[in-house]
């Protein structure tokens, strides 16, 4: 296998990894944080409204790094600039 295949196979891998990651953590993350507000909520009826506002927000910060993940890999798929480096080097193509 010649090294521009050879980038190309990392970065295919890399971004694979960076996305499976990026999805576990946030997915246990907003889990959690939803099993902590419905027990909050079921403790403090009253409050629901703040709970649940509190609980949207920090959802969407948690999201937010999925989402991250995924411009990541996507970058590494289709606009990496070490296979522009490669190419050029390799013969001007």
């Known amino acids: 296998m010649d090294n521009i295949g050879l980038i ?5 891998i890399i971004a694979g990894l960076t996305i499976a990651i990026g999805s576990i953590g ?10 902590q507000a419905l ?3 079921a403790q403090q009826p009253d409050e629901a409204n703040t709970i649940t506002r509190t609980l949207f927000v920090s959802m969407a910060m948690i999201e937010s ?3 991250y993940c995924f411009v990541v890999s996507m970058i590494m ?3 990496n ?5 490669v190419i050029n080097k390799a013969g001007g193509q």
């Open 8 to 12: 190309g196979m990392v970065s295919i």
């Open 26 to 35: 946030p997915a246990i993350g907003e889990a959690r944080a939803a099993t």
């Open 39 to 41: 027990s909050s909520i």
């Open 65 to 67: 790094t999925a989402i």
């Open 77 to 79: 798929i289709f606009a």
């Open 81 to 85: 600039p070490f296979w522009n480096y």
